[in-house]
């Protein structure tokens, strides 16, 4: 199975900030990344799909990037409801796996 | 765009069996793979298992593999989990969840709301 790594667990960030979330495959997953925000009592919300696609409706102050087995999300100028958990998952192949998740908290 | 709606989570004793049920709309079903894909109080989120639009290939967790089986109802828009010798480490937040392509490894863009399953004696 593969592994997903996500860095940092958590982080602290003030609105108008830019944070930037690192997830490590175990392998080469050939860009099969995707990352999902999380809010409490909504459902999971898909942002980028195959590591720099943005969802339709997303606001381009998301964006990721990456190749081979590292990969990032990066959201320009926090906005008061982008403090959530975020994960990256692989689909390169089953089973599909989820990193742990990191929390972008406020400071 | 499209919605997902899950049924069936309850609170089950350790070992015995429990369905769960998604019922789809405002897409075309048939074109997706579908997935389930749960959530652990406090913990992540955990992929669970999958199927492709038209059934040929199915895969699961290595946690559940065995236990659990997921089916799918083309003509009624609708998916099955069927979860057999449950545990407490099966406690969580079920979601039904559309994959954006007809495989099963892919993105996830249409998430329901999940149904909860509580396992305790």
């Known amino acids: 199975d593969i592994q997903m790594t996500q860095s940092p667990s958590s982080l602290s960030a003030s609105v108008g900030d830019s944070v930037t979330i690192t997830c490590r495959a175990s392998q080469n997953i050939l860009k099969f990344l995707h990352w999902y925000q999380v809010t409490p009592g909504k459902a999971p919300k898909l942002l980028v799909y195959t590591t720099s696609n943005l969802q339709t409706g997303v606001p381009p102050r998301f964006s990721g990037s990456g190749s081979g087995t590292q990969y990032t999300l990066t959201v320009n100028s926090l906005q008061p409801e982008d403090f959530a958990t975020y994960y990256c998952q692989q689909s390169y192949s089953t089973p599909i796996t989820f990193g742990g998740g990191t929390r972008v908290e406020v400071k | 765009e499209g919605q997902l709606v899950e049924s069936g989570g309850v609170l089950v004793q350790p070992g015995r069996s429990l369905r769960l049920s998604c019922a789809a709309s405002g897409f075309t079903f048939d074109d997706y793979a579908i997935h389930w894909v749960r959530q652990t109080p406090g913990k992540g989120l955990e992929w669970v298992a999958g199927?492709?639009?038209?059934?040929?290939?199915?895969a699961y967790a290595d946690s559940v593999k065995g236990r659990f089986t997921t089916y799918r109802d083309n003509v009624n828009n609708s998916l099955f989990l069927q979860m057999n010798r449950l545990g407490p480490e099966d406690t969580a937040l079920y979601y039904c969840?559309?994959?954006?392509?007809?495989?099963?490894?892919?993105?996830?863009?249409?998430w329901g709301h999940g149904t909860m399953v509580v396992v305790s004696s």
């Open positions: 969840v559309k994959g954006r392509v007809a495989a099963v490894a892919n993105g996830l863009d249409i």
């Open positions: 199927i492709s639009r038209n059934s040929v290939e199915i």
